[in-house]
């Protein structure tokens, strides 16, 4: 099985292939992700590396947690599950906002 990696702290000019490198170096990746801004494609400063052995990976992430790379201190522990986000646009958690209704006493004809 698998493990996730949360890489966080990296410098911005950081690609995967940069950071696959890093982590190879401590056991086999099955893929390495740096995390891009979707407007811009400018990184965001972290990642996520999974490792197919999980001794592998965390044997990666007491190497590498709190290293300095390129002047940037590493942040490296095992990934969480992603939170569940609200809606979208206008959701408030579960309230229902009036709308709709009568008009708001403009004449419509």
């Known amino acids: ?62 190497a590498l947690n709190g290293t300095d790379l390129d002047g940037r201190n590493l942040t490296v522990n095992e990934a969480r599950p992603q939170e569940r986000r609200s809606g979208g646009f206008g959701d408030r958690g579960g309230e229902r906002r009036g709308g709709g209704g009568g008009g708001g006493g403009r004449n419509r004809w």
């Open 1 to 62: 099985m698998s493990s996730k990696i949360y890489v966080g702290g990296l410098p911005y000019a950081t690609t995967d292939a940069q950071l696959q490198e890093i982590f190879s170096a401590h056991g086999t990746v099955e893929s390495a992700r740096v995390i891009t801004d979707k407007f811009t494609g400018r990184s965001r400063g972290f990642g996520f590396v999974e490792m197919t052995n999980a001794d592998e990976a965390q044997k990666a992430i007491q």
